[in-house]
T-cell receptor, first 115, second 112 residues
Framework: DGGITQSPKYLFRKEGQNVTLSCEQN?????MYWYRQDPGQGLRLIYY???????QKGDIAEGYSVSREKKESFPLTVTSAQKNPTAFYLC??????????????FGAGTRLSVL | AQSVTQLDSQVPVFEEAPVELRCNYS??????LFWYVQYPNQGLQLLLK??????LVKGINGFEAEFNKSQTSFHLRKPSVHISDTAEYFC??????????FGAGTRLTVKP
């Protein structure tokens, strides 16, 4: 089955710790995205990548980092600089950037909490 | 830059009643419009999309939406809801100059 796999489903972070959320897709999509979801705020874009080895900051990139070394993978690191990391994180992919009206397909999400 | 406003944060409705979830957008260029549904602790699933052509768009699970350019709206409707339609619904917009933007979501609760 083609799709987007996010892992882990639940993640706990200690103070001062960096944690990495995994996102893998086998849809052969060029573009990948990371969103943060907080209650009542919808989805806010953290980072996106339109092609391997290139990525752009979204609206709330501070305290996060990404890499795109392979087309299939777009991991997100939540660094210790992110002071309020508790949220539901969603990864998505599309055939191309959204400027062409491409549909975004989503993974099942990772819920991150602070210990 | 475009933006999306979902006018109701929560919509309670009884089973088999009709429902309308409202969405307004702002953009200075031609837009692409989407409705997604999210069930608890899951990702988003596409319900329907408007790219061009007919302004009435039909989607999955009996939902439909109408693109109204003069009112910059894309309201989602279903003539008769089921308990299983209880979920959060997101309206999204993209255009030729920028990527997809999502509304804050509307929580639809269907009561027996």
């Amino acid at each position: 089955d083609g799709g987007i796999t996010q892992s882990p489903k639940y993640l706990f972070r200690k103070e001062g710790q960096n944690v990495t959320l995994s996102c893998e897709q086998n849809l052969n999509h060029d573009a990948m995205y990371w969103y943060r979801q907080d209650p009542g705020q919808g989805l806010r874009l953290i980072y996106y990548s339109q092609i391997v080895n290139d990525f752009q900051k979204g609206d709330i990139a501070e305290g996060y980092s990404v890499s795109r070394e392979k087309k299939e993978s777009f991991p997100l690191t939540v660094t210790s600089a992110q002071k309020n990391p508790t949220a539901f994180y969603l990864c998505a992919s599309s055939t191309s950037s959204g400027i062409s009206g491409a549909i975004q397909y989503f993974g099942a999400g990772t819920r991150l909490s602070v210990l | 830059a475009q933006s999306v406003t979902q006018l109701d944060s929560q919509v309670p409705v009884f089973e088999e009643a009709p429902v309308e979830l409202r969405c307004n957008y702002s953009s200075s260029v031609s837009v692409y419009l989407f409705w997604y549904v999210q069930y608890p602790n899951q990702g988003l699933q596409l319900l329907l999309k408007y790219l061009s052509g007919s302004t009435l768009v039909k989607g999955i699970n009996g939902f439909e939406a109408e693109f109204n350019k003069s009112q910059t709206s894309f309201h989602l409707r279903k003539p008769s809801v089921h308990i299983s339609d209880t979920a959060e619904y997101f309206c999204a917009v993209s255009d030729r100059s920028s990527d997809m933007r999502f509304g804050a979501g509307t929580r639809l609760t269907v009561k027996p």
